[in-house]
């Protein structure tokens, strides 16, 4: 018989909601939506690509070129949500040696003033579960605390699994889940997707995976315009298919921000890592 | 709410999807509603008298049901114990996939679907569907690995003829599962009029409970022939390949609450367990999520899915169905990993023995009568899944 966790999960389930609260209200997430709702940037990067060590050149350059947020992609061997773009960024960073233990030894004292760069601006990771069930998720949540990762977005994860097994897990530590939403999720349970999400919700734009280049249709704004109505407690930020000026401008005019992924991953791979490229691409996406 | 992570021991599907530890929709946002609307529906569609008399209608007159229980008197003498052979080699398109594309073919008419999309290894999935999509006038786009497609050309051919659209899957390492992976972003990005007619007891609840009852058909009929050949109400072993499992499921079906039957799995060890090449899950895999549900996985430390290796196509899949791995993590299953060589040379005895050319992945079930220690008086039914016709080249390079 295979051991399980389930012991721990159960004995800390609402045994510790005071601690949880208050963990959670030190968040760099919660912190950065109290004092901006508009315009916020969230950029994505696949960790270890386009070479294994590039993680933090990228994570400070974006930083330096002001972006709100940085997801950094975990990598994994069968992305079903991905785009080509983003299926080739985790196929290349695996080949490169990239593991989520190596990721967090990359990460390991980001955070600290002695690095003489710290890094202040909120991470989530995102990625598929296995990697993390591998990893052990306590083991997971705890280094993400120790590293200075704020939350995570597991798309694999469904909200109901999350609730049964992993919840207070994770906030135990303090690691805020993200969930998705999209143009078929039914207002029921957007409704219950917001009473149980913090920091903020994952708009999908359309039906597909990464990496659209299709532009913002006319359905999508009819979704965009019917979400914005519903006044969720939570803040939204819209991602899939932004890749430029005009669709991060059209989504900021519906939602608290954007989250651009794949057309970053195209810009790294042609134009390199150096903080100078990234600022280029966050000022022509930002204008 | 109820953790998933608490034990449980029954054998059927929880509410939740789950059997034992196993199971559950590990699926994205996206797929939320697709599967939400088929978790809602697929019983009450499945159960409805209408829709029982045109699956069993089609199974008769156009799939070929029910196929024969045949007692293989020589192989029985040569393995020292009495062997029933169930013959779903005999179905319509050479395998026993078709019992299940029949059901879901008729599940996706009845969900006001336009278009079916299917994932394939070998073929043989990807032509069952293709030509239930014929039969019923869906459009329907097969994805399977490009390497897969040059492996298996003919089946290719068969599905272009049977009107398929087969597109290649050319991201990760272009086999089964990366035409999976495919077949769930085509469904992603066409979630409305869509239906995904997953070819095994895998993926997202409510799949592997849908597909499993599709070819619960194989257990019911094995009961009925073995009483009316012998007058027992049940073997003392069954005995099924399992690469996602679903000929095992179906086999296993209706035994599943007779424990004094016991039901053996065999899984495909390749060119030996501790090869490298080899799809011995249970052997080589630990918990894990792979196409929306927790299974058993071959994976690396990481947790990234490894590539598995098999000389039947149809086997080679790094994971196995959640009923597979709750029969496996529960004792109630035995299971034996059978090398390329054992299940090559059950192929060839079946074959001079018998007269029937058994499919490769149907010859590692045959192969593990060898390890099973089996007694005179003990009566076992194999489940005969596929005909070897598709495995001829690779047969014939051992001969």
């Known amino acids: ?287 | 709410m109820q953790t998933t992570l608490e034990p449980q021991t029954s054998f059927e599907v929880s509410d939740k999807g789950f059997y034992g530890h196993f199971g559950g929709a590990f699926i994205p946002e996206m797929l939320y509603p697709n599967v939400e609307e088929l978790r809602q529906n697929y019983l009450k569609i499945i159960n409805d008298p209408a829709f029982q008399a045109e699956f069993w209608q089609l199974l008769e007159d156009y799939v070929g049901r029910p196929t024969p229980l045949f007692l293989a008197k020589r192989l029985s003498e040569k393995v020292g114990a009495t062997v029933y052979l169930k013959r779903e080699d005999l179905c319509h398109t050479g395998a026993h996939k078709v019992n299940n594309t029949i059901g879901q073919i008729l599940v996706a008419q009845r969900l006001g679907k336009k278009r079916i999309v299917a994932e394939t290894g070998a073929g043989q999935h990807g032509v069952a569907t293709a030509t239930v999509c014929a039969l019923m006038g869906l459009e329907c786009i097969v994805y399977m690995g490009s390497i897969d497609m040059e492996r298996q050309k003919p089946n290719v051919d068969r599905m272009r003829m049977l009107g398929a659209t087969v597109v290649p899957a050319t991201s990760g390492s272009q086999t089964l599962k990366d035409a999976t992976n495919e077949a769930m972003r085509h469904w992603i990005n066409n979630p409305v009029d869509t239906h995904y007619i997953i070819g095994s007891v895998v993926g997202p609840h409510p799949y592997p409970d849908m597909v499993a009852r599709f070819q619960s058909v194989i257990s019911e009929e094995v009961k009925k022939q073995l009483f009316a050949k012998t007058g027992r109400q049940n073997p003392d072993y069954v005995v099924a390949c399992v690469g996602g499992g679903s000929n095992a499921a179906g086999a296993f079906f209706h035994y599943l609450n007779e424990p004094t039957v016991r039901l053996v799995a065999a899984e495909a060890a390749g060119q030996g367990v501790s090869s490298g090449h080899s799809a011995a899950t249970t052997a080589l895999g630990k918990p894990g999520v792979l196409h929306g549900s927790r299974t058993i996985l071959m994976q690396t430390e990481d947790g990234q899915v490894i590539e598995p290796y098999s000389i039947s196509a149809g086997l080679d899949y790094p994971g196995i169905g959640p009923l597979h791995a709750h029969l496996f993590d529960s004792g109630r299953g035995d299971f034996y990993a059978i090398t390329d060589d054992e299940a090559l040379q059950a192929g060839f005895q079946l074959s001079k023995l018998e007269g029937i050319i058994p499919a490769l992945e149907s010859a590692h079930a045959l192969a593990a009568l060898e390890k099973m220690n089996l007694k005179p008086d003990d009566v076992v039914v194999v489940c005969l899944s596929g005909r070897g016709d598709k495995d001829l080249s690779t047969y014939a390079k051992h001969l």
């Open chain 1, 1 to 287: 018989m295979y051991v399980w966790a389930s012991a721990r999960a159960k004995t800390h389930y609402g045994l510790k909601p005071v601690h949880t609260f208050m963990t959670l209200t030190q968040n760099r997430i919660t912190d950065l939506f109290s004092q901006k709702s508009e315009r916020l940037l969230n950029v994505y990067f696949t960790a270890g690509f386009p070479q294994l060590n590039d993680t933090m050149t990228i994570l400070r350059g974006l930083q330096a070129a002001g972006v709100d947020l940085v997801e950094i992609g975990m990598p994994y061997s069968d992305p079903v949500a991905d785009g080509e773009t983003i299926q080739q960024s985790n196929g290349k960073a695996l080949d490169n040696g990239m593991s989520l233990k190596a990721l967090f030894d990359q990460l390991e004292g980001c955070r600290q003033e002695q690095s003489g760069d710290p890094v202040t601006v909120p991470i989530l990771l995102m990625g598929y579960i296995n990697p993390v069930l591998q990893y052990g998720v306590e083991a997971f949540c705890k280094k993400c605390q120790e590293v200075g990762v704020d939350g995570v977005i597991l798309p694999d994860l469904p909200l109901d699994l999350y609730l049964a097994d992993y919840a207070p897990t994770f906030r135990e530590y303090g690691i805020l889940n993200v969930n998705l939403i999209t143009p078929q999720t039914t207002e029921s349970r957007i409704r219950h997707i917001d009473e149980e999400s913090d920091g903020f919700i994952y708009m999908v734009s359309s039906a597909s995976i990464t990496g659209s280049t299709k532009g913002i249709s006319d359905s999508m704004r009819a979704y965009f315009e019917r979400i914005q109505a519903m006044n969720l407690r939570n803040p939204r930020l819209i991602g899939f298919g932004i890749n430029n000026h005009d669709t991060f401008d059209t989504a900021c005019e519906y939602a608290n921000g954007a989250i651009v992924g794949s057309a970053f991953i195209r810009h790294l791979e042609e134009k390199g890592t150096s903080a100078e490229s990234i600022l280029e691409f966050v000022h022509t996406i930002r204008a």
